[in-house]
């Protein structure tokens, strides 16, 4: 059994900050792929940006060079930094790790956290 706990979600103004950590528990042999997913209203879920083992990342358009991704190993946790926040930013921010109990990886998600930008 592997959970995902996700933090750091809240209000904030456009151009404003935000860092969202998203951290994994249970039974977990190891972690590959950790990464976030996001869904605005009446949208699909889209991809945020995820990073794999060796560090190695990869970003949706729509937050490139504005978003930045990083985890920590030993914690099992990932961390999006966002920086110059937008209107169009707000959603339910999913993190989402690809984890290995033993068996084989599997993904989980987090419960998400709402992120809401608004003058």
């Known amino acids: 059994q592997v959970q995902l706990v996700e933090s750091g979600g809240g209000v904030v103004q456009p151009g404003g900050s935000l860092t969202l950590s998203c951290t994994a528990s249970?039974?977990?042999?190891?972690?590959?792929?950790m990464g976030w997913y996001r869904q605005a209203p009446g949208k699909a879920r889209e991809l945020v940006g995820d990073?794999?083992?060796?560090?190695?990342?990869r970003y949706g358009e729509a937050v490139k060079g504005r978003f930045t991704l990083s985890r920590d190993n030993a914690k099992n946790t990932v961390y999006l930094q966002m920086n110059r926040l937008e209107l169009e930013d707000t959603a339910v921010y999913y993190c989402k790790m690809e984890v290995d109990s033993g068996t084989g990886y599997r993904g989980y998600w987090g419960q998400g956290t709402q992120v809401t930008v608004s003058a």
């Open positions: 990073i794999i083992s060796d560090g190695k990342s």
């Open positions: 249970g039974n977990i042999f190891s972690v590959h792929g």
